[in-house]
């Protein structure tokens, strides 16, 4: 799997882990379920688990949201913008998720190209450093995230334990 690219997830991890505060997985459009959102992908160093930060078109949301927050909490790092395929786009920190492999169903390819969709070096040094710390922070007890990832992380290394035992 390569890592600092786009991925979607599968439903099976939001019904295992339903209950824990996480974005809904589909989207429905005219009564179309579409493979909402999608998610850049990074992972920590000697770590098999994988961090999934949702991006969303709804720019103009999370902007107020943003712009609320920032006037509360200078260092806020819920929400970040940059550009994905030309697009300006909300990066949503605040709704990350840990997964692992099991559970990524396929990687975001620009149709256009047929290659994987990617960012800027310096925006995904951006995204990683900002969901890092919100990661510590949250270990920390400051809850930026909004999802219970510590109780998710903790049963995905169980089941790659289990995985490693079989």
């Known amino acids: 799997m390569e890592v600092e690219t786009f991925y979607f997830i599968k439903d ?35 770590s098999e688990i994988i961090w999934m930060i949702p991006i969303s078109s709804q720019i103009e949301k999370y902007q107020d949201i943003f712009n609320e927050r920032i006037l509360k909490y200078p260092d806020y790092d819920g929400i970040r913008f940059g550009y994905v395929l030309g697009e300006r786009r909300a990066f949503l920190i605040q709704n990350m998720c840990p997964v692992i492999e099991k559970y990524i169903e396929c990687q975001y390819i620009d149709n ?22 919100a990661v510590r922070l949250y270990r920390c007890g400051k809850k930026i995230v909004f999802a219970n990832i510590l109780d998710i992380e903790f049963e995905l290394l169980k089941e790659l334990e289990n995985q490693k035992n079989t």
């Open 112 to 133: 256009a190209t047929s290659m994987p969709v990617i960012l800027t070096d310096t925006l995904k040094r951006n995204l990683n450093a900002r969901a890092r710390k």
């Open 12 to 46: 099976e991890y939001f019904t295992k882990f339903n209950g824990n505060k996480l974005m809904g997985n589909k989207e429905t459009i005219n009564g179309i379920p579409h493979d909402r959102p999608c998610y850049y992908s990074f992972k920590e160093k000697n």
